[in-house]
Structure formats: structure tokens, C-alpha cells
């Protein structure tokens, strides 16, 4: 079985949402591979899991 990745970048641009150069996202999941649960930083990748729940608020930054 292939394994399928996807990238905090690629969650963001799936989102939809718009941001700028004082925004940033939190990105969490549910239902990952294992069950796993938890949050999503830049630069990081998941391997994906059908089923699998993300939630993705934009967040100014000061």
C-alpha cells in the first residue's frame, strides 16, 4: 500500500482561507493514521489516512 503525504502548505491552500504576511494557520487533525490526533506546524507533513479530519484557523501574528 502507498503511503499518501500532504504538507501544511497544501492543507492551508486546500482551506481556502487567505492570509498575509501577519497571518498564520493552526492546523490540527483527527482520526490520523493509528488513531493519532494533534496539530500541524509549518514546514510539516502527515502521511494521510481516509477518513482523516483537519481543522484550519487562521491566526494573526503580533
Same mark, same amino acid.
Given at each position: @500500500?502507498? !503511503?499518501?503525504?500532504? $504538507? &501544511? $502548505? !497544501?492543507?492551508?491552500?486546500? +482551506?481556502? *482561507?487567505?492570509? %498575509? $504576511? %501577519? %497571518?498564520?494557520?493552526?492546523? =490540527? &487533525?483527527?482520526?490520523?493514521?493509528? /488513531?493519532? =490526533?494533534? /496539530? *500541524? +506546524?509549518?514546514? !510539516?507533513?502527515?502521511? *494521510?489516512? $481516509?477518513? @482523516?479530519?483537519?481543522?484550519? %484557523? /487562521?491566526? /494573526?501574528?503580533?
Amino acid at each position: @500500500m502507498q !503511503e499518501h503525504k500532504v $504538507d &501544511y $502548505d !497544501e492543507i492551508v491552500r486546500l +482551506s481556502g *482561507l487567505i492570509g %498575509t $504576511d %501577519t %497571518t498564520s494557520f493552526l492546523i =490540527s &487533525y483527527e482520526r490520523g493514521v493509528g /488513531n493519532a =490526533s494533534g /496539530n *500541524l +506546524s509549518q514546514g !510539516e507533513s502527515i502521511v *494521510l489516512k $481516509d477518513g @482523516m479530519v483537519f481543522n484550519v %484557523t /487562521n491566526c /494573526n501574528r503580533s
